[in-house]
Structures are given as C-alpha cells and as structure tokens.
C-alpha cells in the first residue's frame, strides 16, 4: 500500500516514524486477506458449514438419505434412468476375470472351474455371478453401499466350489452399534482394531424394515468377521459408509416432481371450468359456484366441460386457460442440474440429442467413460471382484481342485461401444502397428478373453485350411483353393468402375463428408 498525503506530511518531520505507519498498515491489511468463501457477512449469513466429521455427517443423514433415494427411484423416472445408465456402463455384460499365473495348463483349468462355478455363484440360486455384479453395482449406486458376504457350503452339496455369494442391503448394518469397544471402537456397525483395521461387521439377523423379522427378533445384531464381508461403496472422504450417489440432487429431483405435479394440477383445473355465470348486480353473485345435477342434489367435484351456475346468475364468461411459457426451458435446466449430480451426461441421463452433434456426443462420452474407467479398477474391482477371486481360489484349493490358493487374475470389463466404429478400429490397428498397443490389449478392452479369441481365431484358420477355403483382405474375394475364379478387380470392370470413381473424389468433399 503506497502512503498517503498524512504520511508525507509527517515525514516531512519525523521520518522513521512516517515509515513505520506505512509498515505498519501494509502489515494489517496482509492479515486481513483471505478467502471470500470464508468471508462472514451479510451474503454469506445463514449458510451453514460444520466441520463434522464424514463419518459423523454419514451416521446422521445416511439412512435418510438411502430412504428417499429408493423412494425416488421406484416413482422418478430420471433417477431411475440415471441410476440404470450408471449400472449399465459400469457393469453391463459383466467384468470378467481370467487366471494369469503364466502357466497355460493351470490358467485354462481354473477358468472353466470358474465359468462353471459363475452359473451357482448366488446364495439365493436366481442369478449368475454377473447377474450378482449388476445388483451389487445397483445398491451401491442407489443406496450408496451394499455388502457381500461370503457363505461356504457343504462338498454334498454338488456346487462346482463349495461357495456362494449372499448380497445384503446397507440396512443389515446396526448404526445404533457405535463407540468404544475395549481397546477397538465400533463405527455405525463396524468394528476396527486398534490400528484402524476393519475387524468385524455387526449384521442383523432379518432386514430391520422386514415385518416378519422384526416379529422373529430380527432386530438383534452379531458381528460377522471382517474376512467374510466385501463392502462396497465410493469413499469421498475417509468416511467408513457410503451415501447415495444422487444425494446431491435429491432436493431438485423432489422440487422437479412438485413442479410438474402443480402444473398439471392447474392445467386440470383450468380445463374443468368451461364458464361461469354471473349476476347483473354485483351484490347477487356467490362467493363459490353452485351447481345441481339432474336430481337437485349440490355437486361440489369439478369436470371437465363444467359451467358454473353463481346465484342470481344473468351473464355468462367464458373460461380462457391461461398459457404458461418457461416450462419446457425449466425442466431442461432442471434436468442438466440432476444430471450433474448423478455424474451422468444429460443425453444419457434423457436420452435428448436435439442438440448435439457428432463431435460433441463424442466429446462428452470420452470424458463419461473416463470417469467409468476410474469406477471400475479403481472402486468395484478391488472391493468386490478381488476379494470374491481370493474367495474363490480359496475354496477350490481346500477343496482339492487347483493346486494353490493363490491365482493370479486379469479383469476385462465390458467394452464400450464406440460411436464410429470404423474410427476406432482404425485407431487401434494403428496403436498395433506403432507398437503402443498389444493385440492382445485391443481384445481385452472389447470385454473378452485374449487367449480364447486367438484360439478361436487359430482354429478357425484350421478348419478352412482343411475346407480348402481361402479369405483374403478384400471381403469380395472368397475363394476355394483350385476351384472357381474370385472376384479379382482386375477382371472385374464393375470393380474397376467403383475404385476410379472412389480415386476422383475430391479431397476437399471426403474431409466435408468425414
């Protein structure tokens, strides 16, 4: 801060201390600068900010929360949509594993144990193990967490491995179970050690909201050991549950669902009074209208085509619905705003393209499915894929049927489907060519096993050599080997036709067209 014309004056008479005001006042209002966010006044007042803990925040608002998410989902539609279009994406067919332990015998044995054991993975014996990833991934979605435990069963059983999977809804968990516990503690039903290291989850016997458990003592909780349980739920902070993914907007999800419900109230409204009569003296008109039906009895419900009898009625005015603009750019917003709160991208999320165009669909997809990618190896792999896998291993070696209980595992998730598909198989055969990528990456991240592609692909080359048959790179050449002639362009003037007029196309038109 530069001095003013005070401190000049005094300088001109007592310059130290001309020097140690300026100083001095450069000193205070270097103490006074700070964030505006933090700023206290009258823009800022009645905004609330509590520097609770996440696990506190949680254990307040989580069941709440959970309650009114469910409640959205089963009667709004776009929380539905949204919550299906994250499922869909982050799971969709299914993340598949295959065994990389390097040795070929062993990895192709454990999985076909695997394929066999995916088809009697659910405790419940309804779904698959991909059909329990789809579930899993929706509660986790939805309510924000879910758990998986782990159930193993009887060899008499006649399972492929003596294991199941039972998926538990978040309400399992006793929240009520918190505080100090010997030299651990308890946090909303789960118990740490003393180095912070999950040791127990305390688990109702029966879904408190189930009338029958709760009638069968269902209500009481033991804790279940730890090494039995995957808990699956996005961490935020380092809060030890998970919240809905929507929350953020579930407040605009209800004023959205109230906006609509009123608006169409009124509209009703409007169309159910056609006319009214009214008096020629202002003092005989009625407050309300009085209307009779063909008995003389008082009918009180409006319909639709009424007209509206007041006392004394002389003239007649017709009803004229008023016409309310601002609704459809109102949800449009509204729906962008919701969008962002269940991270989802609107087109997505409504399935609305009207504006948009191929670069910027593709645009808002690249970055959708980046976030998708880090959900995937980041959160739902290693909380549920890995511990079932170690699961897995576990059973099948103490069951006699792989020779270690440690098997190394690649996952595959789904694919993405690619919105111009021949860009994007040129894009990874150059990434072939150029070294960057692997064949055998390009498979994988199309949702499927390398190793079974290639075989795939060598056998069916065997079984053409053996038919006599060969493909080449042009799709019209198909030959069988000492047989008819193919299709050859050179003797093909249709053929010589097409690739001239293709060779004359002007440039300048093929990069308009692309």
Not at 55 to 78: Q, S
Not at 347 to 368: C, H, K, M, P
Request: include cysteine.
């Amino acid at each position: 801060m530069s001095a003013n014309w005070f401190d000049h004056a005094i300088a001109s008479v007592a310059p130290r201390t001309a020097a140690r005001r300026v100083l001095a006042r450069q000193a205070f209002e270097t103490l006074t600068r700070g964030y505006d966010g933090a700023a206290k006044g009258r823009r800022t007042k009645g905004w609330r900010a509590p520097g609770t803990s996440a696990d506190t925040e949680v254990g307040i608002a989580g069941a709440l929360l959970r309650d009114r998410m469910r409640d959205l989902v089963r009667n709004n539609p776009h929380a539905a949509k949204a919550v299906a279009v994250l499922v869909n994406n982050i799971v969709g067919a299914g993340i598949m594993p295959r065994a990389a332990s390097g040795n070929d015998k062993l990895d192709r044995k454990v999985d076909a144990l695997f394929a066999r054991w995916s088809d009697a993975a659910d405790a419940d014996g309804q779904l698959d193990f991909y059909g329990l990833q789809t579930l899993i991934c929706r509660e986790m979605v939805e309510a924000g967490e879910v758990l998986v435990r782990r159930r193993l069963r009887r060899s008499s059983d006649g399972l492929p491995v003596p294991l199941q999977l039972q998926v538990l809804e978040a309400d399992f968990l006793d929240a009520t179970k918190s505080g100090a516990l010997g030299v651990g503690r308890l946090v909303q039903g789960i118990e740490f050690d003393p180095v912070g290291k999950r040791r127990a989850y305390w688990l109702h016997a029966e879904h408190p909201g189930d009338a029958y458990g709760a009638l069968q003592n269902g209500l009481q909780s033991r804790p279940v050991p730890a090494t039995e349980i995957a808990h699956v739920y996005e961490k935020q902070r380092t809060q030890a549950r998970g919240v809905p993914w929507g929350a953020p907007v579930i407040r605009s999800l209800r004023d959205l669902d109230d906006y609509e419900v009123a608006e169409l109230v009124r509209k009703k409204t409007e169309a159910c009074v056609t006319a009214i009569v009214f008096g020629d003296d202002e003092a005989q008109q009625g407050i309300a209208p009085s209307v009779v039906d063909a008995d003389g009895n008082r009918v009180e419900q409006f319909e639709p085509g009424l007209i509206a009898y007041a006392r004394g009625g002389k003239d007649i005015r017709f009803n004229q619905p008023s016409a309310t603009g601002g609704y459809g750019e109102y949800k449009r917003a509204s729906l962008h705003t919701n969008s962002a709160g269940f991270r989802v991208p609107y087109e997505l999320l409504t399935g609305d393209l009207s504006q948009v165009n191929y670069s910027s669909i593709r645009a808002g997809l690249v970055e959708f499915r980046r976030q998708i990618d880090a959900v995937q190896w980041q959160l739902f792999i290693p909380m549920f894929c890995a511990p079932v896998w170690r699961w897995f291993t576990e059973a099948a070696w103490a069951a006699g049927q792989i020779p270690s209980p440690d098997v190394p595992v690649e996952w595959s998730p789904p694919k993405f489907e690619a919105v111009d598909p021949q860009k994007d198989a040129m894009a990874n055969l150059l990434s072939i060519r150029s070294g960057t990528m692997t064949l055998a990456e390009v498979i994988a991240k199309q949702g499927r096993n390398p190793d079974a592609v290639l075989a795939e692909i060598a056998a069916t080359n065997a079984k053409l050599d053996a038919l006599g048959q060969v493909l080449d790179s042009d799709p019209r050449r198909v030959t069988k080997t000492g047989s008819a002639q193919s299709k050859d362009p050179a003797n093909d003037p249709a053929a010589d036709d097409t690739t001239a007029e293709a060779d004359e196309t002007d440039p300048a038109q093929a990069d308009q067209q692309d």
